[in-house]
Nanobody, 121 residues
Framework: QVQLVESGGGLVQPGGSLRLSCAAS????????MGWYRQATGKQRELVAA????????NYPDSVKGRFAISRDNAKNTVYLQMNSLKPEDTAVYYC??????????????WGQGTQVTVSS
């Protein structure tokens, strides 16, 4: 079992910034890719940032490219999402995701509980 605990969400004004954190715990042997997803009311869940195990490559959709930055600290099993120049359309529930291997050799794909990000004046 792998648990992902998120923090950093909240209410922010347009143009402001937030930094989300997600720490993984459990019987983890290794974590491979990590990412952040979001789901706005009435819309499907979408990927907003992904990062490779080593952190050498990242992917972003055009909607957040240049404003969001994903990073990770493997020693802490933690992934971060720095969100700058926030817009009202960024308002959504943000979810952390991680996949990898458990100590027993089984693979896992786990999600955080979700944290609300609201961008409004």
């Amino acid at each position: 079992q792998v648990q992902l605990v998120e923090s950093g969400g909240g209410l922010v004004q347009p143009g402001g910034s937030l930094r989300l954190s997600c720490a993984a715990s459990g019987r983890i042997f290794s974590i491979n890719g990590m990412g952040w997803y979001r789901q706005a009311t009435g819309k499907q869940r979408e990927l907003v940032a992904a990062i490779t195990k080593s952190g050498d490559r990242t992917n972003y959709p055009d909607s957040v490219k240049g404003r969001f930055a994903i990073s990770r600290d493997n020693a802490k099993n933690t992934v971060y999402l720095q969100m700058n120049s926030l817009k009202p359309e960024d308002t959504a529930v943000y979810y952390c995701n991680a996949n990898g291997l458990l100590n027993g050799g089984w693979s896992f794909n786990s999600w955080g509980q979700g944290t609300q990000v609201t961008v409004s004046s």
